[in-house]
């Protein structure tokens, strides 16, 4: 087909001028073209297959309608990507596909609600692609955690060691972080898939007797849009998602601060793989655990997408606007680095290894069994907590003062006191299996917290794949629909 370099719309009698079209509707890389308009196929088969089902276009027409789709497919949309946009890619693409004189695929339609639908489509694989990794890393946590359940290390609040835990607690710390913002992402998602726009027209709707819920039940949407200008207005969906990917990528970030703190050689608890660190070009002891960076620089990307989205929308009418498409390219791109990071976070889990001596060590070395001693003062000598707090704080002091052993301290001023304790209590390994209260890491504690995690994340999963069914499903109907029409 020979491309048409002038475009009239019978109001309109120019096109943008050429050099400032990749500016206005860019082509960006083949590779995610491709992508849109396998999405642009979707949905015109779906419309078409509606307006034949509805009586609003012959049999004959839907037929070589799609089967110039699916010519278009075969070729990788080659001959379409090679054209020029002066008027946006949909109109290039309704212009391709039909002549004006046999033009009925945008019966019952605008680019309005099109883009609408376009936009939920592409979110629906940028949302579930983050949370199937998120979901991956859940998983990974819990393994990691049930191998290190009785691995004890001191705890660090202010850059200071502080109680008794085991990395396996503090692992599932992070699991129950993320499991709960992989909730808000998959509300994003429900909130994405819960009405299909198509049908809306530009704002108020069509007087044809289309059938907009078949369209939705064949692009895998659980319903039509209620409204048609809300349908074309609401760019929320967007706003949840990126704000949504925001909270994960936060708790992620602080999750590689945790891991870069551990890993420098004052603490020494884990260990990277060489292949996840990288050398100085000068200082050549240098061992970098450059990849906590880059996790946390990539979540840091969506936190400024989510601001610039809702910045940018809430100057804007509550009907269609043309700012959306800026903001959904970049509240996608936000979620694909999002992506990214959540797999070299992954991969940094399974580089990990935990340094179980020095974690000992610094919970012996420390006096972290200081609140199980004054906890012990007060439940089996009788002390108020606050006298118990004191006395503790003075014996600490004593110790360092003295250079003296803490539990030779401890025991030498109970027995001049009179104080009959379970002097055990000042071993970190026994003060951390005695926490088994508040979400402690006593063993029982930590048994009810993996099954907790680990329901949680069936939670979610069971949900998304609810979901994936409903577009499988969808996509199988959709298939055989055009196979009867071409057939």
């Not at 990794?133 to 609040?157: F, R």
């Not at 992070?174 to 898939?193: P, Y």
């Not at 907790?452 to 069936?458: E, S, W």
């Amino acid at each position: 087909m020979t491309e048409r370099t002038h475009y009239t719309t019978g109001r309109l009698n120019k096109s943008l001028p050429h050099h400032l079209q990749e500016l206005v509707y860019p082509t960006g890389n083949e590779a995610a073209k491709v992508k849109e308009c396998d999405l642009y196929a979707k949905i015109d088969r779906a419309h078409i297959s509606m307006l034949l089902k509805c009586g609003l276009v012959t049999h004959d027409w839907a037929k070589d309608h799609l089967e110039k789709i699916a010519d278009l497919e075969r070729e990788q949309y080659a001959s379409l990507l090679s054209m020029s946009t002066p008027r946006g890619f949909y109109m290039l693409w309704e212009n391709y596909l039909e002549e004006e004189d046999t033009s009925f695929a945008h019966l019952g339609r605008s680019r309005n609600d099109l883009n609408a639908t376009l936009a939920r489509l592409q979110m629906r694989t940028a949302i579930h692609d983050v949370l199937m990794e998120g979901l991956d890393i859940i998983e990974l946590i819990q393994s990691m955690a049930h191998v290190n359940t009785k691995t004890t290390m001191a705890g660090y609040t202010h850059g200071q060691p502080a109680m008794p835990i085991t990395f396996g607690h503090q692992l599932l710390a992070w699991g129950f972080a993320i499991s709960r913002e992989m909730n808000v992402v998959l509300q994003a998602l429900n909130n994405n898939e819960a009405a299909c726009p198509l049908g809306a027209g530009a704002q108020g709707g069509t007087n044809l007797p289309i059938d907009a819920a078949y369209t939705a039940q064949l692009l895998g949407f659980e319903r039509a849009a209620f409204n048609s200008l809300d349908a074309v207005a609401d760019r929320s969906f967007l706003i949840h998602a990126a704000a949504a990917a925001s909270g994960l990528a936060c708790v992620i970030s602080r999750v590689c601060q945790d891991l870069l703190f551990y890993a420098s050689p004052q603490v020494n608890y884990v260990y990277f793989d060489d292949e996840l660190c990288g050398a100085s070009s000068m200082m050549p002891h240098k061992r970098n655990p450059y990849l906590c960076e880059i996790v946390a620089g990539k979540m840091n990307s969506i936190i400024g997408k989510w601001n610039y989205a809702i910045t940018t929308l809430s100057g804007t009418p509550y009907s269609n606007t043309a700012r959306a498409t800026e903001v959904l390219q970049e509240v996608l791109d936000g979620l694909e680095k999002t992506r990214k990071g959540l797999i070299l976070f992954s991969a940094i889990l399974n580089g990990l290894h935990p340094n179980f001596e020095k974690m000992l060590a610094t919970a012996e070395d420390y006096y972290t069994c200081s609140t199980a001693l004054a906890n012990e003062l007060v439940t089996k000598a009788g002390y108020a907590f606050r006298q118990a707090h004191r006395l503790v704080g003075e014996w600490v002091s004593k110790a360092e003062n003295h250079r003296q052993s803490f539990a030779e301290i401890v025991q030498s001023e109970c027995r001049e006191r009179g104080i009959n304790i379970n002097f055990g209590i000042l071993s970190p390994d026994n003060a951390m299996l005695a926490a088994e209260y508040g979400g402690g890491p006593g063993t029982m504690s930590v048994e009810f917290q993996t099954k907790q995690l680990n329901t949680k994340r069936l939670g979610i999963k069971n949900e998304v794949t609810a979901h994936t069914t409903r577009w499988k499903a969808a996509d199988e109907l959709l298939e055989e629909t055009v196979s009867r029409v071409c057939n």
